[in-house]
Protein backbone atom coordinates (compact mmCIF):
# COMPACT_ATOMS: atom_id res chain seq x y z
CA UNK A 1 0.00 0.00 0.00
CA UNK A 2 0.95 3.81 -0.67
CA UNK A 3 3.41 4.68 2.53
CA UNK A 4 4.37 8.61 3.12
CA UNK A 5 6.66 9.20 6.11
CA UNK A 6 7.83 12.04 7.68
CA UNK A 7 9.96 12.52 10.46
CA UNK A 8 8.43 11.58 13.39
CA UNK A 9 10.26 13.60 15.94
CA UNK A 10 10.18 17.10 15.93
CA UNK A 11 13.24 19.30 14.62
CA UNK A 12 13.99 21.83 17.04
CA UNK A 13 16.45 24.21 15.56
CA UNK A 14 18.21 28.08 16.75
CA UNK A 15 16.28 31.24 15.34
CA UNK A 16 18.13 31.95 12.00
CA UNK A 17 19.23 28.67 11.31
CA UNK A 18 17.95 26.34 7.98
CA UNK A 19 15.08 24.11 8.96
CA UNK A 20 14.99 21.22 6.68
CA UNK A 21 11.85 18.36 6.79
CA UNK A 22 11.74 15.33 4.97
CA UNK A 23 9.47 13.60 3.21
CA UNK A 24 9.38 10.02 1.77
CA UNK A 25 6.98 7.74 -0.05
CA UNK A 26 6.91 4.37 -1.42
CA UNK A 27 4.45 2.13 -3.65
CA UNK A 28 3.82 5.11 -5.23
CA UNK A 29 4.35 7.13 -8.50
CA UNK A 30 3.18 10.99 -7.66
CA UNK A 31 2.81 13.36 -10.24
CA UNK A 32 3.18 16.03 -7.74
CA UNK A 33 3.77 16.47 -4.38
CA UNK A 34 2.40 19.53 -2.20
CA UNK A 35 3.58 21.15 1.32
CA UNK A 36 1.02 22.21 3.96
CA UNK A 37 1.45 24.07 7.26
CA UNK A 38 -0.85 23.43 10.00
CA UNK A 39 -0.85 25.43 13.22
CA UNK A 40 -2.44 23.87 15.95
CA UNK A 41 -6.78 24.06 16.30
CA UNK A 42 -6.59 25.35 12.24
CA UNK A 43 -7.26 23.17 8.86
CA UNK A 44 -3.78 23.14 6.72
CA UNK A 45 -2.68 25.88 4.53
CA UNK A 46 -0.95 25.17 1.50
CA UNK A 47 2.56 26.44 1.14
CA UNK A 48 4.06 24.74 -2.54
CA UNK A 49 3.52 22.54 -5.33
CA UNK A 50 6.34 20.93 -7.50
CA UNK A 51 6.12 18.86 -10.32
CA UNK A 52 7.69 15.46 -11.36
CA UNK A 53 9.40 17.09 -14.02
CA UNK A 54 10.99 20.02 -11.66
CA UNK A 55 14.28 19.42 -9.23
CA UNK A 56 13.55 22.47 -7.37
CA UNK A 57 11.07 25.04 -6.50
CA UNK A 58 10.92 28.43 -4.43
CA UNK A 59 9.04 31.13 -2.80
CA UNK A 60 10.22 33.69 -0.59
CA UNK A 61 12.16 31.67 2.48
CA UNK A 62 10.63 28.04 1.02
CA UNK A 63 12.20 25.72 -1.09
CA UNK A 64 11.02 22.43 -2.06
CA UNK A 65 12.75 19.79 -3.66
CA UNK A 66 11.76 16.21 -5.19
CA UNK A 67 13.51 14.15 -6.21
CA UNK A 68 11.59 10.97 -8.03
CA UNK A 69 14.45 8.43 -8.13
CA UNK A 70 14.86 8.23 -4.19
CA UNK A 71 11.43 8.99 -3.67
CA UNK A 72 11.71 11.82 -1.45
CA UNK A 73 11.14 15.44 -0.80
CA UNK A 74 12.85 17.61 1.18
CA UNK A 75 11.45 21.25 2.49
CA UNK A 76 13.90 24.07 3.64
CA UNK A 77 13.31 27.04 5.79
CA UNK A 78 15.99 29.52 5.46
CA UNK A 79 16.66 31.85 8.28
CA UNK A 80 14.26 30.54 10.36
CA UNK A 81 12.01 32.44 13.01
CA UNK A 82 9.43 31.51 16.08
CA UNK A 83 6.91 32.48 14.08
CA UNK A 84 7.61 29.07 11.55
CA UNK A 85 7.33 26.74 14.46
CA UNK A 86 4.08 24.88 13.33
CA UNK A 87 3.32 20.98 11.73
CA UNK A 88 4.31 20.57 8.23
CA UNK A 89 2.73 18.35 6.10
CA UNK A 90 3.79 17.01 2.66
CA UNK A 91 0.83 15.25 0.67
CA UNK A 92 2.02 13.32 -2.49
CA UNK A 93 -0.57 13.33 -5.37
CA UNK A 94 -1.38 11.32 -8.68
CA UNK A 95 -3.76 12.80 -11.42
CA UNK A 96 -7.27 13.68 -10.38
CA UNK A 97 -5.99 15.40 -6.88
CA UNK A 98 -6.46 12.44 -4.75
CA UNK A 99 -3.96 13.42 -2.08
CA UNK A 100 -2.36 11.12 0.54
CA UNK A 101 -1.23 12.80 3.12
CA UNK A 102 1.77 12.29 5.69
CA UNK A 103 1.60 12.50 9.70
CA UNK A 104 3.85 15.93 9.74
CA UNK A 105 6.64 17.14 11.31
CA UNK A 106 6.41 19.20 13.96
CA UNK A 107 8.99 22.37 13.65
CA UNK A 108 9.75 24.30 16.45
CA UNK A 109 11.80 27.39 16.01
CA UNK A 110 13.40 28.96 19.20
CA UNK A 111 14.93 32.37 19.47
CA UNK B 1 -14.68 35.13 0.53
CA UNK B 2 -15.16 33.46 4.28
CA UNK B 3 -13.19 30.77 2.42
CA UNK B 4 -14.47 26.74 3.86
CA UNK B 5 -16.83 27.37 6.63
CA UNK B 6 -16.97 24.48 8.89
CA UNK B 7 -19.75 23.79 11.97
CA UNK B 8 -19.77 23.17 14.67
CA UNK B 9 -16.46 23.88 16.14
CA UNK B 10 -16.66 21.12 18.51
CA UNK B 11 -19.03 18.24 19.33
CA UNK B 12 -19.55 15.83 22.20
CA UNK B 13 -22.05 12.37 21.19
CA UNK B 14 -23.00 9.82 22.77
CA UNK B 15 -22.46 6.03 21.38
CA UNK B 16 -25.04 5.42 18.38
CA UNK B 17 -26.00 9.26 18.31
CA UNK B 18 -26.10 10.93 14.81
CA UNK B 19 -25.52 13.84 13.83
CA UNK B 20 -24.41 16.17 10.50
CA UNK B 21 -20.74 18.27 10.16
CA UNK B 22 -21.72 21.07 8.01
CA UNK B 23 -18.98 22.33 5.50
CA UNK B 24 -19.81 25.28 2.89
CA UNK B 25 -17.81 27.03 0.56
CA UNK B 26 -18.14 30.56 -0.98
CA UNK B 27 -15.51 29.84 -3.60
CA UNK B 28 -17.39 28.51 -6.23
CA UNK B 29 -15.02 25.50 -6.30
CA UNK B 30 -16.25 22.53 -7.77
CA UNK B 31 -14.15 19.59 -5.88
CA UNK B 32 -14.83 19.26 -1.85
CA UNK B 33 -13.30 16.98 0.38
CA UNK B 34 -13.78 15.82 3.92
CA UNK B 35 -10.65 14.22 5.52
CA UNK B 36 -10.24 13.15 9.06
CA UNK B 37 -7.36 13.45 11.01
CA UNK B 38 -5.98 11.70 13.97
CA UNK B 39 -3.41 12.24 16.54
CA UNK B 40 0.27 11.37 15.01
CA UNK B 41 -1.74 10.48 11.91
CA UNK B 42 -1.66 11.59 8.17
CA UNK B 43 -5.24 12.97 7.08
CA UNK B 44 -7.19 10.04 5.85
CA UNK B 45 -10.06 11.09 2.98
CA UNK B 46 -12.99 9.99 3.78
CA UNK B 47 -15.52 11.15 0.85
CA UNK B 48 -15.09 13.36 -1.82
CA UNK B 49 -17.15 15.59 -3.91
CA UNK B 50 -16.32 16.08 -8.00
CA UNK B 51 -19.27 18.63 -8.20
CA UNK B 52 -23.21 18.40 -7.01
CA UNK B 53 -24.99 15.18 -7.32
CA UNK B 54 -21.81 13.43 -7.34
CA UNK B 55 -20.02 11.72 -4.62
CA UNK B 56 -17.26 9.07 -4.00
CA UNK B 57 -15.72 7.12 -1.55
CA UNK B 58 -12.43 8.01 0.22
CA UNK B 59 -9.94 5.57 2.09
CA UNK B 60 -12.21 4.82 4.93
CA UNK B 61 -15.98 5.59 4.58
CA UNK B 62 -17.26 3.46 6.80
CA UNK B 63 -19.61 4.68 8.81
CA UNK B 64 -20.42 8.11 6.86
CA UNK B 65 -22.40 9.24 4.68
CA UNK B 66 -22.67 12.64 2.71
CA UNK B 67 -24.61 14.37 0.10
CA UNK B 68 -23.77 17.48 -2.36
CA UNK B 69 -27.00 18.85 -3.41
CA UNK B 70 -25.31 22.53 -4.05
CA UNK B 71 -21.29 23.52 -5.24
CA UNK B 72 -21.43 25.16 -1.84
CA UNK B 73 -22.01 22.28 0.31
CA UNK B 74 -20.92 19.07 1.24
CA UNK B 75 -22.28 18.06 5.06
CA UNK B 76 -21.29 15.06 5.98
CA UNK B 77 -23.23 12.30 7.91
CA UNK B 78 -22.38 10.07 10.99
CA UNK B 79 -25.57 8.00 11.61
CA UNK B 80 -24.42 5.29 14.74
CA UNK B 81 -21.28 7.43 16.35
CA UNK B 82 -19.12 5.01 17.70
CA UNK B 83 -15.64 6.03 19.81
CA UNK B 84 -13.76 5.05 16.82
CA UNK B 85 -15.19 7.83 14.93
CA UNK B 86 -13.70 10.41 17.80
CA UNK B 87 -11.50 12.56 15.74
CA UNK B 88 -11.11 15.94 14.66
CA UNK B 89 -12.70 16.54 10.75
CA UNK B 90 -11.72 18.74 8.18
CA UNK B 91 -13.54 19.82 5.07
CA UNK B 92 -11.30 20.92 1.92
CA UNK B 93 -12.24 22.21 -1.53
CA UNK B 94 -10.45 23.07 -4.98
CA UNK B 95 -10.95 24.65 -8.24
CA UNK B 96 -10.01 21.66 -9.69
CA UNK B 97 -10.59 21.14 -13.42
CA UNK B 98 -9.48 18.93 -16.67
CA UNK B 99 -7.20 21.87 -16.60
CA UNK B 100 -5.62 21.87 -13.70
CA UNK B 101 -4.75 18.15 -12.24
CA UNK B 102 -2.98 19.12 -9.23
CA UNK B 103 -4.58 22.75 -7.57
CA UNK B 104 -4.08 23.29 -3.57
CA UNK B 105 -6.60 22.24 -1.58
CA UNK B 106 -8.41 25.11 0.90
CA UNK B 107 -9.38 23.65 4.25
CA UNK B 108 -11.53 24.56 6.86
CA UNK B 109 -10.53 24.97 10.39
CA UNK B 110 -12.17 21.97 11.59
CA UNK B 111 -15.08 19.90 13.34
CA UNK B 112 -13.71 18.29 16.82
CA UNK B 113 -15.81 15.23 17.50
CA UNK B 114 -15.95 13.09 20.57
CA UNK B 115 -18.08 9.93 20.74
CA UNK B 116 -18.06 8.53 24.30
Known amino acids: SQKIEQNSEALNIQEGKTATLTCNYT??????LQWYRQDPGRGPVFLLL?????KEKRKERLKVTFDTTLKQSLFHITASQPADSATYLCAPGEYGNKLVFGAGTILRVKS | NAGVTQTPKFRILKIGQSMTLQCTQD?????MYWYRQDPGMGLKLIYYSVGAGITDKGEVPNGYNVSRSTTEDFPLRLELAAPSQTSVYFC???????????????FGNGTRLTVT
Open chain 1, 50 to 54: IRENE
Open chain 2, 92 to 106: ASTPLDRAAVNSPLH
Open chain 1, 27 to 32: NYSPAY
Open chain 2, 27 to 31: MNHNY
